[in-house]
């Protein structure tokens, strides 16, 4: 695609993304709910945004559909008044949703084995009926504009333009970068083309690219991005990224993910894996008449978090410092 048709692409999406980001007065009441109140708290939804990071590792999806996962998620929250004890179910819901629009129907999880994994007490049924809601309320279709749309627009006009150091500017790296700010609600405030140019600049500042930086001045006056709103969010950016900052800078680790459970998890697992040679074992599962017409409290029916034991791209500079120092009994291990 030559460069006037990625700029009118820019523009169309630059011109549509209002539609698709949470209402900031939603966003505004959950910062401003406490735990102890009967509603979502912004320290109940990063955590499950965690969570979410934590699944799409596990079942090697892409980063679309993280972020779509959690706009999906923000949207809703921001719309809907929800218990604390139906997040999980919401939280899923998106999840499954986003892998159906983004993932090859050939690597997409069942649905038994998503809730299964995500340690959830609901059934499928439960499931099914909380993603036609979401996508009733949201009017969702098949697609919506993220800061990732912008970060791959962005990435390939910088290529296209430049032939100063293509090498360095890593497009996985500013995607990790990305997922490190959505686990925080705060960046769902941002507009999702101002967000993605925060990322996008800091990365080309660190690489200390002069072609690059002119480049990305070029698509701030483009788009007729103020400078004091580019500003705070980069401000923002950095605060953020330097809370995940590690001695050494490196990629992301896509290997396949172990999963090492604690006794009494993997009582209530079914194995992935079965051996031939031995009798089967009769393993237990959750009772789905527990369930049937409505979700678990995710606070009190014992699920834990996944958020404690991010693997493969959550590790090195790009994941939170304080989840990478926390002890659990439950983790996953690259």
Known sequence: MDAFKL?????????????????????????????????????????????????????????????LAVNLLDRFLAMMRIQPK???????????????????????????????????????????????IVAEKLNFKSKAITALTFLHLYHRIALSHSTDRKESLS?????AQLKACLCRISFSKAKPSVLA????RQEIE???????????YHIQRHLKIADGELL??????????????????????????QWIVSRRTAQNLH?????????????????????????EDAMSSGEESLSSSLGSDAEGPFFPLHLRRQKHRQYLHT
């Open 7 to 67: 700029m009118k692409e820019l523009r169309l999406n630059y011109e549509q993304e209002v539609f698709y980001q949470p209402k900031e007065a939603g966003l505004s009441l959950i910062e401003s709910t406490t735990q102890d109140d009967s509603r979502i708290s912004a320290k109940c939804r990063d955590a499950k945004v965690e969570d979410l990071w934590s699944l799409t590792s596990f079942f090697g999806y892409r980063t679309q559909t993280f972020v």
């Open 86 to 132: 139906h997040l999980s179910c919401v939280s899923l819901s998106c999840l499954d949703m986003a892998a159906r629009v983004t993932e090859d129907e050939c690597n997409l999880t069942p649905t038994e084995e998503l809730i299964r994994i995500g340690q959830c007490r609901f059934t499928v049924s439960d499931l099914s009926r909380m993603e036609k």
């Open 171 to 175: 497009l996985e790296k500013l995607e």
């Open 197 to 200: 140019l925060s990322l996008l």
């Open 206 to 216: 660190a690489i200390q690219s002069e072609d690059m930086l002119e480049i990305a």
């Open 232 to 257: 705070l969010w980069s401000d923002r950016v950095a605060q953020c990224l330097s809370d995940y900052a590690s001695p050494e800078c490196s990629k992301p680790n896509h290997r396949k993910l």
């Open 271 to 295: 194995s992935y894996r079965s051996v031939p040679e031995l009798p089967t074992i009769p393993e237990g599962c959750w009772d789905e008449s527990e369930s049937e017409d409505s979700c």
